[in-house]
């Protein structure tokens, strides 16, 4: 059986939320910091810890099957490669800042202005979508610095809450893309058996983490409204109580609407409410 071998990101805002899923996916491996590689015991799996800018070139060169790695990552690589599955972590966007006492006020006003960035490809293609020409800086580093130092008008870089650009005296003033990291694959190993077994594992933890377990006590009488408002799975699992006229409802939640649902619940007539969290959901 071929082993296969998934690359993530040696250290860095990636490689604790990769490493716990993966672990959440049932794969039993040391997460080695001194190491490259590190086997998988309980599957056909190594994995690989390396610098998240090799990662899609890695993955596009077949020296690794699957990777995961920030979608910025790979448009900036422009290399050729299978999205295989979003995985909600990691989020952040990619934005051109200019400081606070700047005179650019649209993006018009980018026209001949130096833009400095370690993102140039995906700064490029947008300006060139958006008819602007800018002088595009390549900086490696700090590139929020750039516009104190006079080195630039304006800066292109991730930004996640913000705090950097405001401590650096800088405001956000346009979306260039939203990123968040990505599973990955080759363009040969998608349609692997193994692949999609552990595409399969991923997404059973993904919709977990989406999903509250929910276990309420109603009256049958009630039972219609409640049922109305838990889609559930498929559909909610009802079990007679002990006591005449009562019954025990299980669903599922999702997250978003949690808490909004849990207040309806309550005016439906649902008593007795627990919540737990989920491990895995396979459909």
């Known amino acids: ?14 490689n604790e939320k990769s490493v716990e899923l993966l672990k959440n996916c049932g794969l039993n491996f040391e997460n080695y910091k001194s190491s490259l590689i590190s086997p998988v015991s309980n599957f056909p799996l190594e994995i690989l810890f390396l610098r998240d800018d090799d990662i899609p070139e890695y993955v596009q060169d077949g ?38 006492n700047s005179d650019i006020n649209s993006l018009a006003d980018l026209h001949g202005k130096a833009i400095a960035t370690t993102y140039p490809a995906i700064l490029g293609k947008f300006l060139k979508e958006q008819n602007i020409t800018s002088d595009i800086r390549t900086i490696s580093g700090s590139v929020e610095i750039s516009p104190g130092l006079g080195l630039s008008d304006a800066i292109c870089d991730l930004v996640s809450t913000g705090g950097t650009l405001k401590s650096n005296g800088l405001k956000p003033f346009a979306d260039v893309m939203s990123s968040e990291a990505v599973l990955i694959g080759s363009k040969s190993i998608a349609e692997s058996d193994l692949v999609q077994e552990l595409i399969q594992r991923v997404q059973s933890v993904l919709r977990a983490k989406e999903t509250k377990y929910v276990v309420l006590n109603v009256e049958k009488q009630n039972l219609p409204a409640v049922i109305a408002l838990l889609p559930g799975v498929k559909s909610p699992s009802v079990v007679p109580l002990a006591e005449e006229d009562w019954v025990a409802v299980h669903t599922v939640i999702p997250e978003r609407d949690f808490w909004d649902r849990i207040s309806q619940l309550k005016q439906a007539g649902a008593q007795g409410i627990v919540v737990m969290p989920i491990e895995k959901i396979i459909l």
């Open 1 to 14: 059986m071929k082993t296969l071998k998934i690359a993530i990101q040696k250290s860095g805002r990636l």
């Open 63 to 100: 020296i690794a099957d699957l990777g995961i790695v920030g979608e910025n990552v790979i448009q900036e690589t422009e290399v050729e490669v299978s999205y295989l599955q979003r995985l909600g972590f990691g989020k952040c966007s990619l934005k051109i800042a200019v400081p606070n």
